[in-house]
């Protein structure tokens, strides 16, 4: 080997490290003979004199990509043992490929120069103290970058040139293979066709990725894998939301050809790591984009609206889609004070109310107002179904059109499991009768199999039959045709739930805004439709519960004239005699004339009589508090009688005042005076 002579009796006492690298695990797969030469490496060491017991192999690198140090703890080993002086040589099969990047390997030669540590590959031995090594090494390192420079480059070009025909094959996703001729086709399988054309019709009728998640409950989905082991083979297994969302996004789905969806960069973590990470590019920035490329499941225009549609639904970036609860206007009422969206908030029972909580960041006006759900409800309904046209009430029909097949396509698929089913069975079938009746141990596994497979097929018959039977049945077109033409009874049908209320609001009112009012017993609603036309209805408020409504103004004088010197309950039984009513149309309690004396400040008649007193009265007379008034008519210390009204009533006497200040004077809680005179305890 060049230059053997540099080992000297140091180095060889030193240990002799082989370093592995591979960069990635495909390569490590298909280039055995290159990683069988790395470890024969070790063997190069002996021979060059060390004893096989010094000689160690690092090899946690291989399938690590060679372009940046970050993740590779085997060079990171390499590092520290090269720093502690404990290494005579480093081995590698191309010591300047032992780092991709120049700034690794300029690290190892100035450790390698430091600690005198030799570096060996197939060309020879390089010894960093001599600037001549030093020289050569540093040559071949930039001479290594240059090469895989123009190698990428050229690489790049001819994979973009290629990309702009179209021909550069990628990995389909499920539903799409290349065939014979290296074109794109659907999937001949048609189980796994129906599969994926099934989760765009489940988003067209859900809405939703999470929609079509929920319509997939206890169906798989297939994945068919790429490279190693299970390569080509198709995997079922349960659709995530992830998945749904990946193969709505993915404009292959549409019969486009893209290049370039993603792009991958650097980025420098918090510990000064490199890392690679994928970000998608917008539709704009794609470098290439070919459309009507191959067939698709959807067309270009349905791609676009499902995309639309996936950012409609997306909050965090404000968007307000459909949601479950009651309030109809949910996501689409605008405050008109601020012009900020209103909340639905519902409290307790489902009752709901429109808020505007510009208040919370300081932006509330005068104009601002909070409003009861159902007022606004109510008269949008009524707007929108006095509004609706023979035509949407075809698009209606064709929804139910949508039902229709959204039936017949859960059972398809079952149809279809049980076909592959049958077929896999038939197969091995045929392989267990193919099979030489001598060869018993062979028979025996293809007869288990084959029962197996048959087992699997009874399985499917019978999903397919609970499919069938789970269907409710669906109401004929005809009938559905009554219902449209009766839309109102369809509108407030129990069937109809509040997210298919707000759906068909949505596709013709683009949003409804609460005006500003300055009478607060009324409120004005406007009404944007998609037509681009303006509606503005003003509606009643209702009132708040609890607050009844005003009371017709001859019982209101009657209360005024009677109420000083009537109780309640001659009040109410004297409206009863004439037949008077409260402003909601019912006959008078005693909370109704309570209510109304509140309202117009009626006092009552007095509950007191000849000398009787209120507790408020004594406890001022007396200078003490009410509560300890309250206290001696409890405990029997002082006389008091209850008025019908329920007020505490006191015969008040100059002798009971007299008792009364005896009782505070002589007690300690209540007079200080007569504490302080107690003897002070001392000790
Ligand atoms: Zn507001």
Not at 615 to 642: F, H, K
Request: hydrophobic letters at 40%.
């Amino acid at each position: 080997m060049n230059g053997e002579h540099k080992i000297t009796s140091g180095h060889r006492a030193r240990t002799a490290l082989v370093y592995l690298r591979q960069s990635t695990l495909m390569q490590v797969r298909e280039h055995t003979q290159s990683t069988l030469r790395q470890y024969a490496l070790a063997d190069t060491a002996v021979a060059l004199g060390w004893a096989p017991r010094d000689v160690e192999v690092i090899d946690r690198d291989l399938g690590l990509s060679g372009t940046s140090a970050a993740h590779r703890a085997g060079f990171r080993e390499l590092m520290s043992r090269v720093c502690l002086g404990e290494v005579g040589a480093v081995l590698g099969l191309e010591i300047s490929r032992l780092g991709r990047s120049n700034a690794d390997l300029a690290r190892l030669a100035e450790m390698a120069r430091l600690t005198g540590t030799l570096l060996i590959d197939s060309d020879g031995v390089y010894d960093l103290a001599d600037f001549n090594d030093w020289l050569v090494l540093g040559l071949k390192s930039t001479m290594s970058q240059a090469e895989l420079h123009i190698m990428a480059g050229r690489l790049q070009a001819a994979k973009r040139a290629a990309a702009e025909r179209g021909e550069l094959r990628a990995p389909l996703p499920v539903g799409l293979v290349y065939d014979d001729d290296a074109m794109v086709v659907t999937d001949p399988d048609a189980e796994v066709r129906a599969a994926v054309a099934d989760i765009f019709a489940c988003f067209a009728a859900a809405g939703s990725a999470y929609g079509v998640v929920a319509a997939f409950a206890g169906r798989k989905f297939p994945q068919r894998a790429y490279g190693g082991a299970w390569a080509g083979q198709l995997r079922w297994a349960p659709l995530t939301h992830h998945r749904v969302l990946q193969v709505l996004k993915n404009p292959a789905y549409a019969g486009a050809y893209v290049y370039g969806r993603c792009v991958t960069r650097k980025k420098i973590d918090a510990d000064g790591n490199v890392r690679t990470v994928t970000a998608d590019l917008p539709r704009a920035q794609w470098p290439v984009l070919i459309k009507d490329h191959h067939p698709g499941y959807v067309s270009w225009e349905e791609y676009l609206a499902i995309e639309a549609r996936l950012a409609a639904n997306h909050t965090a970036a404000g968007a307000r889609p459909v949601r479950e609860g009651t309030a109809l206007c949910q996501g689409i009422i605008i405050c008109g004070g601020c012009g900020a969206p209103m909340a639905a908030n519902y409290h307790g029972d489902d009752r709901a109310s429109y808020e505007c909580h510009s208040h919370r960041d300081g932006k509330k006006t005068p104009g601002c107002r909070s409003i009861t759900a159902h007022a606004v409800d109510d008269a949008v309904a009524g707007a929108l179904l006095a509004a609706l046209t023979p035509e949407q009430v075809v698009l209606a029909l064709a929804a139910a059109g949508e039902v229709t097949s959204q039936h017949q396509r859960t059972s398809r698929a079952a149809e279809l499991a049980v076909e592959r089913a049958r077929y896999e069975a038939d197969r091995a079938e045929r392989a267990f009768a193919q099979v030489e009746p001598e060869n018993r141990l062979v028979a025996r596994t293809l007869e288990a199999r084959w029962e197996a497979k048959l087992a699997a097929l009874a399985d499917a018959e019978q999903a397919l039959a609970a499919a069938q039977d789970a269907l409710p049945p669906l109401p004929d077109r005809a009938s559905l045709a009554k219902l449209a033409a009766d839309l109102p009874a369809l509108w407030h049908a129990p069937t109809t739930t509040p997210r298919d209320r707000k759906r068909l609001l949505r596709t013709l009112i683009a949003d409804v805004t609460l005006l500003p009012e300055a009478n607060r017993a009324k409120a004005r609603i406007g009404i944007r439709w998609h037509t681009g036309a303006a509606d503005e209805i003003a509606i009643d408020r209702p009132r708040p519960t609890g607050v009844p409504a005003p009371t017709p103004t001859p019982a209101t004088q009657l209360i005024r004239e009677l109420g000083p010197v009537t109780s309640n309950n001659d009040l109410v039984a004297i409206l009863a005699q004439r037949g008077y009513l409260t402003g909601a149309g019912r006959p008078f309690d005693i909370k109704a004339v309570q209510w109304v004396r509140h309202a117009y400040q009626i006092p009552s008649p007095s509950p007191y009589r000849g000398t009787e007193i209120s507790v408020a009265e004594a406890a001022r007379r007396l200078g003490c508090s009410p509560g300890v008034v309250y206290y001696w008519t409890e405990t029997g210390q002082l006389d008091a009688r209850r008025s019908p009204g329920g007020k505490l009533c006191i015969p008040w006497t100059p002798a009971t005042e007299a008792d009364c200040r005896a009782r505070i004077t002589s007690s300690g809680h209540l007079n200080p005076a007569a504490r302080r005179t107690r003897p002070r305890q001392h000790r």
